[in-house]
């Protein structure tokens, strides 16, 4: 479980004390290795009613869905829907770790397109840009 475990822990810490403690350190310690966000997201839907692993998995899929369509329609507007999509799925496949860092490559290879769709999708499959 690792931080699953460490991220549920810091979720009911907000919900029960109202505090970002270590709920289960009988010191009750400030927790300060990972930001607030997450936990966060995972104590409104807890409160929410989300019970279940599956539930709770949610709360990282809505953000990683909403990033995708944020990234396709800025894409669509400079390389047309087809690119665009390429885009998006390969941002759906990457790890979830890498996908600000695919979003910086997207943003750049994107930039350098002089023709809408066949150099994005080179530059990116090939994981560099011309030019």
Do not use: C
């Not at 997450?38 to 869905?65: C, N």
């Amino acid at each position: 479980m690792g931080d699953n475990a460490g991220y549920i822990a810091l979720a009911h810490g907000l919900l029960t004390d109202g505090a970002y403690l270590e709920a289960f350190d009988p010191e009750r310690m400030k927790h300060t290795k990972y930001p607030p966000v997450f936990p966060g997201l995972l104590a409104v839907m807890i409160a929410l009613g989300a019970r279940t692993w599956g539930a709770l998995k949610l709360a990282a899929a809505i953000p990683t869905v909403f990033a995708v369509g944020m990234t396709y329609l800025w894409a669509e507007r400079r390389v047309g829907a087809w690119p665009a999509f390429a885009i998006g799925v390969l941002l759906t496949v990457s790890s979830g770790g890498r996908l600000l860092q695919s979003l910086g490559s997207v943003r750049s290879a994107v930039s350098r397109v002089d023709d809408a769709g066949a150099r994005v999708v080179r530059a990116i499959g090939s994981g560099y840009t011309d030019g």
